[in-house]
């Protein structure tokens, strides 16, 4: 079936997940199709939600080790992945020495970067002798920058034990400042702050136990 049979495609990259990317020579097309399809009743009671890519190409890469200094990563990162054109890590909040654990990941393009993604998921791309995980699509700014980054009031926590709660981890910071948003990802969690200020003010003052849990 092809409801644009006028649209040359490039290519098209069928994933199992129950979506696809296809990619048209001519923008126009794309437009077009987008158009036609979306909300089309590919099969009885089924059908197809289609949108425009916006072609990130920056990933979100966990549990790197926090030794680690950022032109390592960025060396290491290069052997797995050739495309990988940068990498920006955060400070711990206990110590100036050490990574947070994690890293943003940029690549040249956004078939390198989803490549690395599907090729993260299966859990054998190894990293300084550990797996890198919770790799997923990370926000994208057109000027983002070290200090950009290191100018951001929210705190990454890890590890998080399975028992800790969002609600926990609210009641653990609020003594330092407003809250906006906790949001807790497997064994790590954000806490966004209110300000910079009060930020720093819990890096520096919140105790590592939660309800007597470390």
Known sequence: MNKCPQCPLDFILLYLRGYAFLRYLIPADAESAIKELNEYEISPGHKINVTKSEGNKRLYMGNIIKEKSKDEILVQLQALFPKVTNVFTQEDINDS????????VD????????????ECATGNKILFGRQIRNVDWAEQHNHFTEEEINAVKSLHISPVPESITEEMLRKHFEPFGTIEKVVKIKEFAF???????????AKDKAGKTIDGIE
Do not use: I, P, Q, W
């Open 191 to 201: 806490v966004h702050m209110g300000t910079r200020e009060e930020a720093n003010k």
């Open 97 to 104: 020495n050490l990574n947070r654990g994690y890293a943003f």
């Open 107 to 118: 690549f040249s393009d956004h078939k390198s970067a989803y490549e690395a993604r599907r």
